[in-house]
């Protein structure tokens, strides 16, 4: 960076990503405080960074120790599908709209499953 009207730019870029990035984290809180609520574990969870994902493996079915998958590569993948395909089960949606709507998009997924009809089913 060779200028201080360049870094000005890039400090501009940031500043607007970051007010993007909360937004986008306040939709996905809420959409999992939802999805929370229905499995019956505490909604608030949804807001805590780091939980929200430990509990989001509970409910779909797995221990919150296999969370920890997520930090190894490709693996980390796999398993987010894994969890995805098994968390529309639980709620009783299938493989095409667990796969699209529930890893891919999924805070799509998520408002979907926390304001829709679908019900929690435990195994």
Do not use: H
């Not at 409910?59 to 998958?69: I, P, R």
Request: proline letters at 3%; charged letters at 10%.
């Amino acid at each position: 960076m060779d200028s201080i009207t360049e870094q000005t730019q890039i400090t501009a870029l940031a500043q607007q990503y970051g007010v993007f990035a909360i937004a986008w984290y306040v939709i996905v809180a809420i959409a999992l405080w939802r999805v929370f609520s229905k499995a019956g574990y505490p909604g608030i969870l949804a807001i805590v960074p780091i939980l929200n994902v430990f509990i989001l493996v509970k409910v779909a079915g797995y221990s919150a120790w296999m969370t920890l998958l997520y930090l190894i590569p490709i693996v980390n993948f796999v398993f987010g599908i894994f969890v995805a395909i098994r968390l529309g089960e639980r709620f009783g949606k299938g493989g095409a709209f667990s796969f699209f709507l529930l890893w891919l998009i999924a805070p799509i997924g998520y408002l979907i499953l926390g304001f829709g009809g679908a019900g929690y089913r435990r195994r």
